[in-house]
């Protein structure tokens, strides 16, 4: 899986990239053997506030018949990428689950 980071309003700093880069490469597992792209947005929005900064992270995931987005915004960007990422993973995983189903279901009608 490719990890993709993109900034706005906000510097990549080497530790944010390796924090990044760790969060969001456990989603691995969840796509094994697929060629997938993940596209991580991280954007400090600063206009309209009265006070202090809100971040928003959004994860873009592209796999061969498949892509899947997860939003979530704070005053924190850790936590908005620590929420994201579980927005991510239950998407991940109701996608795995549906393909293991689908394939268990084709071979139980090849053998009656």
Sequence with gaps: ME???????LELT??????????????KKFLAGASATMVVE????NKHRHKGDVFLVELIMTAPGRKSV???HS???????????????LELTKYKDKKIGERREARKSRKE
Excluded: W
């Excluded at 924190?76 to 991510?88: G, H, P, R, T």
């Design 75 to 89: 005053d924190d960007l850790l936590a908005s990428l620590a929420q994201a990422k579980k927005e991510m993973e």
């Design 70 to 72: 997860a939003k979530h």
């Design 42 to 45: 991280l954007e400090r929005d």
């Design 3 to 9: 990890i993709i980071i993109k900034t706005k309003n």
């Design 14 to 27: 080497e530790a944010l990239e390796l924090v990044v880069t760790k969060k969001i490469g456990v989603l």
